[in-house]
């Protein structure tokens, strides 16, 4: 992986916590302060970021399988949390994001089954095979829009992008990106999607400390805990 500059002081585990952090005023700010917009405009770096994440924890994980299974247990989990947290119920209407990225990944898997490698000498993907690929990659965003699941297409196409990019400059692969997230919402408070770029900018192209475990566990353990002081503050 390619780092921008010296000033890349980032590393993988970072970035996560800086999408977490930005993933709680998000959620918040939408439960208990609907008023302060910038915490929504706080919130908006976390999905950029985790698209990033997912691609790069992809490229670089030694067991695919494990990690296209470990997102599906914990979409399974983090579902009834999510539910109750934003509808105070069980609601078919509108699924997690770690769905989402369960079909991203999926997604990518297809691409790579079907489109294969790039070429060693030109590092570009033959255009047939890239094709096909790219088609299970718009079925599994086309599912994500059916199934509801959290930013749908977006997440999945965002995902992609961050991976299909990732042996292009780091300047370049960000900017599309984000750009892509930046571009699809404008209005209001979506318009924080951009600052996505300056972490991304500053990623110095290393996993860190890991934590592979701690993103799993939190998504679904804070929205409950969010979930518990909803319903003590209306009892």
Request: charge should be positive; glycine fraction near 8%; proline fraction near 3%.
């Amino acid at each position: 992986m390619k780092t921008t500059s010296r000033v890349s002081i980032l590393d993988g585990t970072a970035l996560k916590l800086i999408a977490m952090v930005s993933m709680v005023f998000d959620h918040v700010g939408d439960l208990f302060f609907p008023e302060q917009v910038w915490m929504r405009a706080v919130g908006r770096l976390a999905m950029p970021v985790f698209s990033f994440c997912i691609a790069e924890g992809y490229a670089h994980t030694r067991n695919r399988k494990r990690y296209l299974l470990r997102m599906g247990v914990f979409a399974l989990i983090s579902e009834l949390p999510f539910d109750l947290a934003f509808s105070g119920r069980i609601d078919w209407g509108h699924q997690n994001i770690m769905l989402s990225f369960l079909l991203a990944i999926l997604g990518l898997w297809l691409f790579d089954v079907l489109g294969g490698e790039p070429a060693e000498e030109s590092e570009r993907y033959r255009a047939g095979k890239t094709a096909l690929g790219a088609l299970a990659v718009v079925a599994m965003a086309s599912l994500a829009f059916l199934l509801r699941a959290d930013y749908t297409v977006f997440a999945v196409i965002a995902v992609f992008l961050f991976y299909v990019l990732r042996r292009k400059h780091p300047l370049v692969r960000n900017a599309v990106g984000v750009g892509f997230l930046a571009l699809i919402r404008t209005l209001g408070y979506y318009a924080a999607t951009g600052l996505s770029f300056i972490p991304l900018a500053l990623y110095n192209g290393k996993k860190g400390r890991g934590l592979k475990w701690l993103f799993y566990v939190f998504y679904p353990g804070h929205l409950l805990l969010l979930y518990l002081i909803r319903q003590l503050a209306v009892s």
